[in-house]
């Protein structure tokens, strides 16, 4: 969906700072917002139970959160500063897909 709309995380990034608690009501209200609880109690249980390192729930989350978004909005230094074309950009998004994942599945694997 970003990679279709990729002014769309700094239109929320935008808003949300705008008026935290009104961006926070709409989005809750008007679709069905994903609750981080459940995920950081899946974290913990997973930490508990020895399958992943340990790790703060909140850092791993935030990580998951900014490596999705953030090359999205820093596609101008990509492309302006680096040289990529929107070919290039969109080719490494797509590879990006699998290296993200192998990554934080690396960094929280014993």
Known sequence: MIQENPY????VLGEMNKNPDGFY?????????PKPD?????INREIKEG???PIHPLQ???NLISGTIFPFMARPIFQLHIGLTDAQFREFIQQRKT????????AIKK
């Open 8 to 11: 769309l995380p700094l239109f």
């Open 25 to 33: 009501r709409k989005m809750k209200h008007e679709f069905d917002f």
């Open 38 to 42: 459940k995920f950081l109690m899946q």
């Open 51 to 53: 399958r992943i390192k």
């Open 60 to 62: 791993l989350l935030m």
């Open 99 to 106: 290296e993200f994942s192998k990554f934080i599945i690396e």
